[in-house]
């Protein structure tokens, strides 16, 4: 079972920039499709953005060309990369992963948004604001 820590929340003035992570607790990390999601008070959690086992990413609207998703296999660790912030971005940031091998690629990264459900695995989140 992955294990899912975030940090690098905070809060910061419109148009700046903020790096997540995610540090996972299991070696088989490069197997894992992650993604990111947000919940702003009062909304559900919504998908943002997310990248496979081969790299392959896949990003919602409201953060193309904002928001950069990587990952370093070698660390265990998932980032998100957020710049141009707004205060529309001002939410509880959650990592979540879903195992998706070579032999049987999990549909949580074939989506074109990241869908809640496709994930089995979360992190505890870590809070983004945005004043302006």
């Known amino acids: 079972q992955a294990q899912l820590v975030e940090s690098g929340g905070g809060s910061v003035q419109a148009g700046g920039s903020l790096r997540l992570s995610c540090a996972a607790s299991r070696s088989s990390f490069s197997t894992y499709c992650m993604g990111w999601f947000r919940q702003a008070p009062g909304n559900e959690r919504e998908g943002i953005v997310a990248?496979?086992?081969?790299?392959?990413?896949r990003y919602d609207d409201s953060v193309k060309g904002r928001f950069t998703i990587s990952r370093d296999n070698a660390k265990n660790t998932l980032y998100l990369q957020m710049d141009s912030l707004k205060p529309e971005d001002t939410a509880m940031y959650y990592c979540?992963?879903?195992?998706?091998?070579?032999?049987?690629?999990?549909?949580?990264?074939?989506?074109?948004?990241?869908?809640?459900?496709?994930?089995?695995?979360w992190g505890q989140g870590t809070q983004v604001t945005v004043f302006s």
């Open positions: 979540a992963a879903a195992f998706s091998p070579p032999w049987r690629r999990s549909n949580a990264c074939r989506a074109s948004t990241p869908a809640r459900a496709d994930f089995a695995y």
């Open positions: 990248i496979d086992s081969d790299y392959s990413t």
